[in-house]
């Protein structure tokens, strides 16, 4: 699982374009273990690309923040940095679809 994958055409601040995003076939996920971990296993044990690796597990902390943040829960963020670098990413990427017409 040390393999790398080469950058492309990243805009917004992704890391990988050339992975194709495959995922290995032999994840078990633990029957009653909750959602984000079950995410998070796909990822650390299903992505053969590290550096994709690493930033899908950071794209769902990310996304399990505003998930939380939006439904009420009163706990902080996980990671404050991440949460703006996710949001700030995710405001880049619907920028640019809007621009290609692709988005409302």
Known sequence: MGKSCSIQKESCGFKCTSYD???SQDITIKKNSNAWDGLRKVIKDGVW???C???GVRKINGLQDIVNL???EKQKP????NLKQFVDEVNCA????KERGDCI
């Not at 996980?78 to 940095?81: L, N, P, R, T």
């Not at 619907?94 to 679809?97: A, D, G, L, S």
């Open 78 to 81: 996980f990671d404050k940095e």
């Open 49 to 51: 690309c590290e550096s």
């Open 53 to 55: 690796r690493d930033d």
């Open 94 to 97: 619907y920028r640019v679809c």
């Open 70 to 72: 939006g439904i009420g």
């Open 21 to 23: 995003g495959t995922i």
